[in-house]
């Protein structure tokens, strides 16, 4: 919230709070930022002096005060004290800090719609708050809303009647915000908590948009747009567009009620956010796929692998090879049988080393290897060869060592 120093005319002590900064002025009054002797702040509101001899406007901001003392509830800014018989006055409730709606709107553009819904759920149970303690706020729209580090708040409650009350008027005119107040309010008519949710509705369009849903224009023609015209929401999420229309319907009878919009706003708020977060580029999936490699391509470089080695085994130590066996055709025709003729002993011979690496292959072994009973290959024969050579060479070094200490 601005904050602007204070002029040569604004009182510096009102009550038993001490001014510090200007935070803004409207048709109320004038509202300053100050402080109590223990330090908390509070935003205090003094009344203009024209209204100040308004006797009427007195006994019902009395009634307000009185009202506004009962609220209960975290979306809106506790009132802290008041003085209701002073030659201007005054009321104050605890500052807030925090831009307003209508600066964060301003300075950022529209609200995503899992943001919209959030704070129009948390501003519905703080009006429902209000309502069950018998106050209309009758003024709600983005700049008496901020955005604190715990959640929005309502504030401004200055122009807040008790429920029932009439509008107030002066010379005609609908006390309010232009595109924001209810069509009863411009009518004169009773309000009732079905006012306020008609300014929600307004409110959460203005979010979604970044303009009023009732366009611009002199304040006539904007109280006769919100009359007789319907609003313009081309700019609000599907997802928010049926709820912030039924809020804006003409008949207050046809709106929902409070209680209904925080618990339908909370479902939109969650589901958006769930949208959100499980928002996840494809091109990262994509990658993975392509990077996992495949069982059938390890399975078939395994067993070329395999083959490959048998072959230079072979050659190495000279066997003969037998042809492979071919796979049969699709016609169901046998294999073909190996040409040229072997006779004999070199018969058997070939066909054994062919169904040796065929079982080999099969088992998983490689072929011409051999295996015992329980399925282990043997050692080496060579290899146990050189092992026992080196074992009779160490035993007779070492017997001879032995000899010749006991000779010396």
Not at 191 to 206: E, K, Q
Request: aromatic share 4%; net charge positive.
């Amino acid at each position: 919230m601005a904050m602007m120093r204070l002029r040569r005319e604004d009182p510096r002590v009102v009550g038993s709070f001490r001014l510090h900064r200007r935070l803004g002025a409207g048709g109320m009054g004038v509202v300053y930022l100050g402080s109590d002797r223990r330090g908390q702040r509070v935003a205090l509101k003094v009344i203009r002096p024209d209204l100040a001899e308004d006797q009427e406007f007195r006994s019902r901001f009395a009634r307000e005060v009185s009202a506004a003392r009962r609220i209960r509830g975290g979306c809106t800014a506790r009132l802290v004290a008041a003085d209701l018989e002073a030659d201007r006055p005054w009321f104050a409730t605890q500052y807030v800090p925090g831009p307003s709606l209508h600066d964060k709107v301003a300075e950022e553009g529209p609200l995503r719609a899992a943001d919209v819904a959030a704070v129009g759920a948390a501003l519905s149970e703080g009006l429902v708050a209000v309502h069950e303690a018998g106050v209309v706020h009758r003024d709600l729209k983005p700049s008496n809303i901020l955005l604190s580090p715990k959640g929005p708040r309502i504030i401004d409650f200055g122009i807040a009647w008790a429920t029932g009350a009439s509008t107030l008027t002066h010379v005609g005119t609908a006390v309010g915000s232009p595109g924001f107040l209810a069509p009863e309010q411009v009518r004169g008519a009773v309000v009732t908590p079905a006012t306020d949710v008609f300014a929600l509705g307004a409110t959460l369009a203005y979010a979604a948009m970044g303009d009023s849903p009732f366009g611009h224009g002199s304040s006539e023609v904007m109280l006769y747009r919100v009359v007789h015209e319907e609003p313009h929401l081309h700019g609000v999420p599907d997802a928010l567009a049926p709820l912030v229309a039924a809020c804006l319907e003409k008949d207050p009878d046809e709106r929902p009620s409070t209680l209904q919009l925080s618990m339908r706003l909370k479902e939109i708020a969650a589901r958006e956010a769930q949208g959100l977060h499980d928002a996840r580029p494809p091109v990262q999936r994509e990658r993975v796929e392509i990077d996992r490699p495949t069982s059938h391509y390890t399975e078939r470089h395994d067993r070329t692998e395999r083959l490959e080695r048998t072959e230079r085994l072979e050659r190495r130590t000279g066997g003969s090879t037998a042809p492979r066996p071919q796979s049969q055709s699709r016609t169901g025709g046998g294999s073909r049988p190996p040409q040229g003729r072997t006779t004999g002993r070199g018969t058997g011979r070939t066909n054994s080393r062919t169904s040796s690496r065929t079982n080999g292959r099969q088992n998983g072994t490689r072929p011409g290897g051999r295996t015992t009973a329980t399925g282990r290959r043997p050692a080496n024969p060579r290899l146990l060869r050189q092992r026992i050579v080196v074992f009779v060479v160490v035993t007779l070094i070492v017997a001879l060592g032995i000899a010749a200490a006991q000779q010396l």
